[in-house]
């Protein structure tokens, strides 16, 4: 014999399954949000599918799978993603910031500026898009505003090991107060103590110092957080040869030049030769 149902237990049915939806829409906000790649720009889709979020909760969506076409590389969509999230909220200095990113990754610095600009006009306490803009700056061969961009990033964050980093770059390349470069990647490496790119940062400057014992071990500890990183070996090679190694400086020279054959015209460029 079957029993039936009390009319409590279909209430309490029904109720469960009021509840899914619910929560899968806080599973899928999360992953949106906090995942990369595939889960993410899946979650987000659904997110905005869904038609249950508007305005401002909509555009951050789109600027979220924006972030998950950025990491698998596919520019176009992020950015599609990212006009849609500023044509919902104009004011969204994240998403003029981020495809400010994606405009850079293009070699378009004209339009990535503009972007990081706007981003700044928006969010003037935004250390990450003036370091963004210096980065720009920098591939622009525009030093003097590529280290007043990273001066404001670390003026608003004084923990921001990439703008000291960043600062400490360009001042080695184009050879400018070496002993404040030199002061830059000091604090970059005390507040990231296991940065390749600053070991190899500081190397140049160090080189540049003719402290060329001291260039050895930095381009060595970013060689030891990349075998392959061509451009410390190149600089190792250079740094053993003025320190009076050439047999040593020869091999680096040469593995460095099978890994990227070009790294010396790019050595050439930030003066050493």
């Not at 006009?121 to 250390?127: E, G, V």
């Not at 030199?182 to 990231?192: A, K, P, T, V």
């Amino acid at each position: 014999m079957r029993l039936a149902k009390s009319p409590l237990f279909a209430l309490a049915a029904l109720a469960a399954l009021a509840i899914l939806p619910t929560a899968a829409a806080a599973d899928d906000a999360d992953v949106c949000s906090k995942q990369s790649g595939d889960d993410a720009i899946a979650a987000c889709t659904r997110q905005i599918d869904s038609h249950r979020l508007q305005g401002h909760d909509l555009a951050v969506a789109y600027k979220n799978r924006g972030n998950g076409y950025d990491d698998k590389g596919d520019t176009d969509r992020a950015i599609s993603d990212y006009n849609e999230a500023m044509r919902l909220d104009p004011k969204y200095a994240v998403a003029y910031n981020n495809r400010g990113n994606e405009y850079r990754r293009k070699k378009d610095y004209d339009r990535a500026i503009a972007d990081y600009d706007e981003a700044i006009r928006l969010d003037p306490k935004s250390a990450l898009a003036y370091s963004n803009r210096g980065n720009v700056y920098v591939h622009k061969g525009d030093h003097d505003r590529a280290i007043a961009d990273f001066s404001a990033a670390i003026r608003l964050d004084p923990n921001d090991a990439e703008s000291f980093n960043s600062r400490c770059w360009v001042r080695a390349i184009a050879g400018l107060d070496l002993k404040a470069a030199l002061d830059d990647c000091n604090e970059s490496l005390r507040l990231r103590p296991d940065d390749g790119n600053a070991f190899n940062s500081r190397a140049l400057v160090q080189f540049k110092l003719a402290a060329f014992a001291l260039a050895v071990a930095d381009y060595s500890a970013a060689i030891a957080h990349n075998p392959k990183d061509a451009d410390s070996l190149y600089g190792r090679g250079m740094a053993k040869r003025k320190g009076g190694d050439a047999a040593g400086g020869d091999a680096d020279i040469a593995a460095a030049k099978a890994i990227k054959p070009d790294v010396a015209d790019v050595f050439a460029g930030f003066g050493v030769k």
